[in-house]
Each structure stands twice: as structure tokens, then as C-alpha cells.
């Protein structure tokens, strides 16, 4: 049975660690404020700009609208880019990712597959078990905008056209809410809106949508496109380091809480355990003095 000093030293140490958790807690609390308004805000942005690029193919009614970053070519060399964090203590946000990602490459051990990554987890992992990685991105989310992942976007874009490889994916964490962000693999690139992703729009699909009224562009629609296509990837990879942002900041605020009620429980075992111990430790001195007495009657 421990001693009555190494359950008030054990107890101690708990309440410690307590104070540590609660006030990771509290911090991650702030921060998932202040990453939840940024991914709110950008969501409607992104999803407004893929549609204008949807709304632009489908309103082609000569089929000669282009861009390099929407042709799809057969897969044979892919690249993935791993979204994990720095740190850990966020219950499963890096190792969900990671799972994600191994299985993708296990699923798809036949294409040519090279890792990318952004956070130091994911790239400690991979390295450890001897994954190659082409590039890590190391320090993005301490100097986090809009102008750094399209500095990323615009290394993807480049590496795509260069025919370097075919097709772009991401694996994150999709924001929903602070105990819940659903694992995502995403395709980059070559850039897919809805409408793109469907069949070639003909006149009778142009004919089938009246509420699609044209306009006209300056200065032209190609020239449109071709603004707007790179700008859509920019924008679609910082969606995704804000979602991971976001989801790394409420996996640990929950880690943190529930760490936080378990220390509270196992502080009550422990008080509880001082208390028999130390009523027993009284009861043997006690009949230890009224042995005593009788022994000397």
C-alpha cells in the first residue's frame, strides 16, 4: 500500500497537470474563435468562384473554352500533399490524416506517388519509416494567408504543368464543429468544378438551363478563365490549411477538456484513497495505544 506521502505527492502532480490542460483548453478555445471566422468567411468566396468557373464552361456553347489546369490526362504520377500540425496533444487529428494517407498509398501502390507535407507530424512519420518526401513545407501555418498558400498552390500548379505529374491531391481534417472534423482527400488538381466534372455541355444542356442568363465578358471569356482557374487552386488550397487550422484547434480543445475531466476524476480516487489510508494508518495507531494499556495492566 503506498504511503500517505506518495498519494498527497501523486495528487499533487495531478492537480499540476490539471492547471496545464485546462489552460491548453482555454487557449485552443481562442484560437479555434479566431480559425473558425476565417474558415466561415472563406467558404462562401471558394464556393462562389467555382461556380462562376462552372457557370462559365457550361455556358460555352462552342466548346472552345481551355485551361492547361482543367485538362485531364491519364494517372500515372501523383502527388500528395499531407496537411498535419506541429505539435501534437490533439487526441486523433495528426493520426487520422496519417491512416488516410497510408492507405492511400497502399491503395494505390501501382502510380508513382510522391509526399509532400505541411506540419511537422506528418513529415516526422513518413521519415521515420523511410517515405521519401519531395518537399516539406516547414513553418507555413506560423505565417498563414491567403498569399503563402497560393505560393504553394502556384509550386503545385507549376510542378502539374511542367507535366511533372498528373493529377494533385490533399489529405485534411474538414472542419464541422470543435468534436467533430471528417479526414478528406481532396483532388487539386487538374481543377474540377461541378459542372466541369459532368458531361460536356452541349447547346441542348445550354438550352435546358434558362435561369444561366450569358453576359458579356471583357476582355473576353478565355481571358476570364485564365484569371480566374488559378486563382480558384489558390483559393481551394487555403480553404483546406484553414479547415486543418480549424480542426487542429477543436481536436485539441476536446483533447484538453476530456484530459482535464480525467485528471478531476482521478484527483477524487486519490482523495478517496488518502482518506481510507489515512483512517487506517489512525485505527492501527490506535489499537497499537489500547494494546498498549492492556499490556500493561
Known sequence: MASLRDIRKRIRSVKNTRQITKAMKMVSAAKLRKAQDAILAARPYAQTLEQIISELAVRSADQELAHPLLASRPIRRVELLLLTSDRGLAGGFNSNVIRRASRYLYENSNLQVRVSTVGRKGNDFFRNRGQS????????????NYRSAANVAEELAAAFLNDEVDAVYVVYNEFVSAITQNVVVSQLLPLQPAAVKAATPTAETVAAAPA???????????????????????????????????????????????ATNNATDMISSYTLLYNRTRQAVITKELMEIVSGAEALK
Do not use: C
Request: no cysteine.
Open 133 to 144: 518526401i519531395r518537399k516539406d513545407f516547414a513553418g507555413l501555418y506560423a505565417t498563414l
Open 212 to 258: 444561366l442568363v450569358d453576359f458579356k465578358y471583357e476582355p473576353s471569356r478565355q481571358a476570364v478563365l485564365d484569371r480566374l482557374v488559378p486563382q480558384a487552386v489558390n483559393i481551394k488550397l487555403y480553404r483546406a490549411l484553414l479547415e486543418s487550422v480549424a480542426s487542429e484547434q477543436g481536436a485539441r480543445m476536446s483533447a484538453m477538456e476530456n
